[in-house]
T-cell receptor, first 115, second 113 residues
Framework: EAQVTQNPRYLITVTGKKLTVTCSQNMNHEYMSWYRQDPGLGLRQIYYSMNVEVTDKGDVPEGYKVSRKEKRNFPLILESPSPNQTSLYFC??????????????FGEGSRLTVL | EDKVVQSPLSLVVHEGDTVTLNCSYEVTNFRSLLWYKQEKKAPTFLFMLTSSGIEKKSGRLSSILDKKELSSILNITATQTGDSAIYLCAVGGDNNAGNMLTFGGGTRLMVKP
């Protein structure tokens, strides 16, 4: 089954404790992206990747890191989480040129709480 | 900076009502406008619009783009409780090297029995 898998789905952590949210897709997509969703703000892009070893900042990259060592994986790293990073996070993937197809596939979301 | 604004923020209707959701945008080098439905989990794709005036339709849902007004509407007729969700509008542009989608804040629709 074609899917984007995120882990963990739920996490409560404390300020400053490094964490990684994993994202994996099995559709051989070149493009992968991380979004955060906060009430009233919609989805805001954190980082995206056009292919292996190619990453770039989105609208709200501060406090986050990513890596793309393999095509299928795109982990989101919070080196020193802070309470303002409490949010619902979505990973998404597509073939390059998704704006012409609309087929951006989303993971199920990871709800992160930073105390 | 690209911007997408949706209205209303939230809406409560009764089953059988017709609703119209709005999306307006300012984006560099517009490529497409997309509508997504988000229930409890991940957003799921509804429509992609690239040309003005051409209605896309899927069952009771339809959408149309007006490039002159930089806006789109999503219509849902004969609403059902299963239509309750957040509806997200996203606009794709070429404002940098990547395939950027800018999302609006969403419209939360609640359909009461």
């Amino acid at each position: 089954e074609a899917q984007v898998t995120q882990n963990p789905r739920y996490l409560i952590t404390v300020t400053g404790k490094k964490l990684t949210v994993t994202c994996s897709q099995n559709m051989n997509h070149e493009y992968m992206s991380w979004y955060r969703q906060d009430p009233g703000l919609g989805l805001r892009q954190i980082y995206y990747s056009m292919n292996v070893e190619v990453t770039d900042k989105g609208d709200v990259p501060e406090g986050y890191k990513v890596s793309r060592k393999e095509k299928r994986n795109f982990p989101l790293i919070l080196e020193s989480p802070s309470p303002n990073q409490t949010s619902l996070y979505f990973c998404a993937s597509s073939f390059i040129g998704f704006a012409n197809t609309g087929e951006l596939f989303f993971g199920e979301g990871s709800r992160l709480t930073v105390l | 900076e690209d911007k997408v604004v949706q209205s209303p923020l939230s809406l409560v209707v009764h089953e059988g009502d017709t609703v119209t959701l709005n999306c307006s945008y300012e984006v560099t080098n517009f490529r497409s406008l997309l509508w997504y439905k988000q229930e409890k989990k991940a957003p799921t794709f509804l429509f992609m619009l690239t040309s003005s005036g051409i209605e896309k339709k899927s069952g009771r849902l339809s959408s149309i783009l007006d490039k002159k007004e930089l806006s789109s509407i999503l219509n849902i007729t004969a609403t059902q409780t299963g239509d309750s969700a957040i509806y997200l509008c996203a606009v794709g542009g070429d404002n940098n090297a990547g395939n950027m989608l800018t999302f609006g804040g969403g419209t939360r629709l609640m359909v009461k029995p």
